[in-house]
T-cell receptor, first 111, second 112 residues
């Protein structure tokens, strides 16, 4: 069966510090991968999605970036965090069947 | 431009009664709709979906209704149980391979 992992589960970072969140999927190959952010009153905001290694589409201009160095690995990064980057970050995957399956999420607090 | 709208931020329902969560969409190209359930500090979990060729899909206590002419769908939960208290997200996609657009969610409280 497929599983999706995210780490860390929680993170507290000062403004201006870098960020790296990792997501890996097991039990499938060539999945479509997604990064979402859930901020208060904003629902689930799609940040990036990837249909293959090295292929990244950005949905929202911001100081975040994403990379997919391996088929089942998706990384969300920032060189300098802003206060507005605080939120709950979710990685998800789909195999073209419509339903997305989400990871457990990372709670990021920027102080 | 919000393509998927959940206009009720919260809803309270007595245990055992019917919960009805509503969702509107603006993009007539959407042809597949989904509902997700989310508990605090967890990722959303897929609940039920419906294709645009149908107007109803039922799975146990959960039924989703689609009204294409009104660009409206709803999720019915009968009977409502305490474990149903969560945030429910409506979502839509243009085809089953495209990215999914989510609404802002509705927080459902099931009252004892």
């Amino acid at each position: 069966s497929q599983t999706i992992h995210q780490w860390p589960a929680t993170l507290v970072q000062p403004v201006g510090s870098p960020l790296s969140l990792e997501c890996t999927v097991e039990g499938t190959s060539n999945p479509n991968l997604y990064w979402y952010r859930q901020a208060a009153g904003r629902g689930l905001q799609l940040l990036f999605y990837s249909v293959g290694i090295g292929q990244i589409s950005s949905e929202v201009p911001q100081n975040l970036s994403a990379s997919r160095p391996q088929d089942r690995q998706f990384i969300l990064s920032s060189k300098k965090l802003l206060l507005s980057d605080s939120g709950f970050y979710l990685c998800a995957w789909t195999y073209g069947l419509g339903e997305q399956y989400f990871g457990p999420g990372t709670r990021l607090t920027v102080t | 431009d919000q393509q998927v709208k959940q206009n009720s931020p919260s809803l309270s329902v007595q245990e055992g009664r019917i919960s009805i969560l509503n969702c509107d969409y603006t993009n007539s190209m959407f042809d597949y709709f989904l509902w997700y359930k989310k508990y605090p500090a967890e990722g959303p979990t897929f609940l039920i979906s419906i294709s645009s060729i149908k107007d109803k899909n039922e799975d146990g206590r959960f039924t989703v209704f689609l009204n294409k002419s009104a660009k409206h769908l709803s999720l019915h939960i009968v009977p409502s149980q305490p474990g149903d208290s969560a945030v429910y997200f409506c979502a839509a996609t243009k085809n089953r391979d495209d990215k999914i657009i989510f609404g802002k969610g509705t927080r459902l409280h099931i009252l004892p």
